[in-house]
């Protein structure tokens, strides 16, 4: 876990967005281990392991999904658990187990997986 951690550090791009922090891996980013983020999350990369984020991600992702807002527009083989909206773009994939408050699926979406709807946590 410590190599992620430095990796993740040197590869992700850090930014402030109306004073939330925004995280950023890049297309030839790669993230293999766990990562907590306060903020937003965007990948563009690829990911192997456990993220948790207050933002939403966008990804290729084979890994556990966790946040307030989950917005999936690549493709994501792993669990995702939303505690206000999982949003699945026209150009998503999610292949898992769905744990979400809220749930919109864009024309287009592919959703493989059990889908479990609980009330809205902050």
Do not use: F
């Amino acid at each position: 876990m410590a190599q992620a951690e430095k990796s993740a550090a040197h590869s992700a791009g850090t930014a402030q967005n109306g004073g939330t922090n925004v995280v950023t891996l890049g297309p030839r980013d790669s993230l293999h281990g766990r990562l907590d983020i306060h903020g937003d999350l965007k990948i563009h990369g690829t990911v192997e392991g456990e993220l948790k984020a207050s933002g939403d991600s966008t990804a290729n992702v084979q890994a556990s999904i966790e946040g307030a807002n989950v917005s999936v527009r690549g493709q994501v083989n792993g669990n995702v658990t939303a505690r206000k909206r999982l949003t699945l773009g026209g150009s998503g994939k999610l292949n898992g187990e769905v744990r979400v408050a809220r749930l919109t699926v864009e024309d287009g979406a592919t959703l493989n997986g059990n889908v479990t709807m609980t009330q809205e946590k902050s």
